[in-house]
């Protein structure tokens, strides 16, 4: 069974022969499709900034 985001890849036309399914499912891959300035990553963590943040909403979320 295809994961959504590698399936949403494949539809969009991404170069995938070199990444797997199971790529999206491993913790701390960046997927990098394009070269800088337009390059789009994917990755499948959070960094720490990002991860604070939506902290941070969650609480502002739940005390309004």
């Known amino acids: 069974m295809l994961n959504g985001s590698f399936k949403a890849l494949m539809q969009f036309g991404a170069p995938l022969n070199q990444i797997s399914v199971n790529n999206f499912v491993t913790k ?37």
């Open 28 to 64: 701390d891959v960046v997927f990098q499709i394009g070269v800088a300035p337009r390059r789009i990553d994917i990755r499948t963590f959070l960094s720490k900034a990002q991860t604070l943040i939506r902290e941070t909403l969650s609480i502002l979320t739940l005390n309004i």
